[in-house]
């Protein structure tokens, strides 16, 4: 089971300003023994990490991460820890009601979950729970949150608020917000001084983590063999949380396709953020499939996102998860229309990165191997912030062999569906994106969306939302 590593992606502001001078330790070297060994170091692989000493606090867990801790998704993502809610009619379309509603209420309540782990460890991630406006910033996206409304409420549950169009343009900040829906439970954090801050616990807790140490091949067994450039571990079982480098591995890369992300970040520019009415530190998000999402900072920057959807062939993680200048335009581009006012603000700190998509847009957990001893947790889709906390409950779980309520939940093991293999997957997936900038260009224009270019959009994978 072969992987390939990838050259480290450019820092991110959230990384550079929690620890300026990061760098990888020493990589792991000799011969070496493992209860668990878990690949990849970012929020999944910690969760699992610290879920597994919380069972069994004398297990011998291992991390290994090819860059540093939070260097890939986890250390680079905006900053939104949101729950399942918005995602509930796809839940129900797999799930039974009580399965729909454990998964629910269990993704609401690891986003305060972890705003008490950060106080309990004392890890400055700016937690600030103010809440989510999912919103509409073009007529044509107008209550497209009503079918998953409509879902919740069948679930005897109401996570949403409406709130009136002139609020929602108020509290955004810009008149360019049409409607919106509000859900309080979700927060913010700064993802960077959060997922150093999961590792030094971690280490507290006795996990060894090894950064710097890319996994070349994983040899299945009892033990798992798992082999880097310098060392050899003998595990009990392992535990896959890499994200989109999960492409890698022919076995998981039918599941998920890797699609990138960009975020630009702005000066400090509180003054005018108050002036604009933009001051209750909720997240947000428009109604894109290409969605934008954004929020301020406790120095007053703005973090203006957008799902670019950008993609490499055979889903190799490279330049375009890094750093890709196409997808920084189109999100700066976005973020001048939605605030105008704020044309003669610098941008100071531009990244991508990688996202880990399934097609319903939630992720799906399952083994690999007859032995049954290596699990994988793959496909955040964008939202894997406060989910990842059940994730890695889910792999604490299944490493551990026990039947619980996260061994046997519905993500596990279910049937996701499939993307084609290339060079279908990229010629046909670049057709697809490039016909979604279309035809969210003329919707968010005022314009009617030609109709070959909707045709080709319904063909993408589902959003961070469920739309109507």
């Not at 929690?18 to 792991?28: C, I, M, N, V």
């Not at 993502?77 to 399942?84: I, R």
């Not at 005897?156 to 919106?180: D, I, N, Q, Y």
């Not at 993307?419 to 224009?445: C, D, Q």
């Amino acid at each position: 089971m072969k992987l390939t590593p990838s050259a480290p992606l450019k820092r991110s502001y959230w990384l550079e300003s929690a620890e300026p001078s990061l760098k990888p330790g020493p990589a792991l070297q000799g011969e070496h023994d493992a209860d668990v060994v878990i690949v990849g170091g970012g929020f999944v692989g910690l969760w699992t990490a610290l879920t597994l000493k919380e069972h069994e606090p004398d297990i011998r867990v291992m991390v290994l991460e090819q860059d540093v801790c939070g260097g890939g998704a986890s250390g680079r993502n905006g900053g939104f820890v949101m729950s399942w809610w918005p995602k509930v009619g796809t839940l129900a379309s797999f799930c039974t009601p009580e399965q729909a509603l454990f998964l629910g209420h269990s993704a609401e309540r690891a986003i305060s979950e972890l705003g008490e782990f950060c106080q309990q460890h004392q890890i400055d991630a700016h937690f600030r729970q103010k809440g989510w406006l999912w919103t509409a910033t073009s007529p044509a996206h107008i209550d497209t949150w009503n079918a998953t409304l409509a879902a919740c409420a069948r679930l005897g549950v109401t996570p949403f608020e409406r709130v009136p169009a002139a609020e929602v343009a108020r509290r955004c900040g810009s008149k360019v917000h049409l409607a919106g829906v509000f859900e309080r439970s979700n927060a913010t954090v700064q993802p960077g001084a959060l997922v150093r801050g999961m590792r030094r616990v971690a280490l507290e807790a006795g996990v060894v983590i090894a950064e710097g140490t890319a996994v070349s091949d994983i040899q299945p067994g009892t033990p798992v063999q798992v082999l880097t450039p310098q060392a050899r571990i003998r595990a009990g079982s392992v535990v896959l949380a890499t994200n989109a480098w999960a492409a890698a591995l022919p076995q998981l890369a039918r599941l998920i396709t890797p699609v990138n992300s960009s975020i630009v970040l702005t000066e400090p520019v509180a003054t005018r953020l108050e002036q604009m009415g933009w001051t209750g530190a909720e997240s947000i998000t428009d109604s894109q499939l290409m969605v934008d999402y954004y929020r301020t900072t406790v120095d007053g920057r703005i973090a203006f996102g957008k799902g670019t959807g950008a993609i490499a062939y055979g889903g190799r993680i490279g330049p375009v998860f890094s750093h890709d200048p196409g997808s920084i335009a189109l999100t700066e581009a976005d973020l001048r229309r939605t605030y105008p006012m704020l044309d003669d603000v610098r941008i100071t700190h531009t990244w991508s990165g990688p996202i880990d998509r399934t097609y319903d847009s939630l992720p799906t957990f399952g083994g690999l191997g007859e032995q049954g001893n290596i699990h994988y947790g793959i496909g955040w889709s964008g939202n894997g912030v406060g989910p990842s906390r059940l994730g890695g409950r889910i792999l604490a779980s299944l490493a551990l062999g026990r039947k619980d309520a996260w061994s046997t939940c519905a993500l596990v093991g279910r049937n996701c569906k499939a993307f084609p293999p290339e060079p279908l997957r990229y010629v046909g997936g670049s057709l697809v994106r490039n016909a979604v900038i279309r035809k969210e260009r003329a919707e968010m224009a005022g314009h009617t969306a030609g109709r070959l270019d909707c045709m080709l959009a319904r063909l993408a994978p589902a959003g961070l939302e469920d739309k109507s």
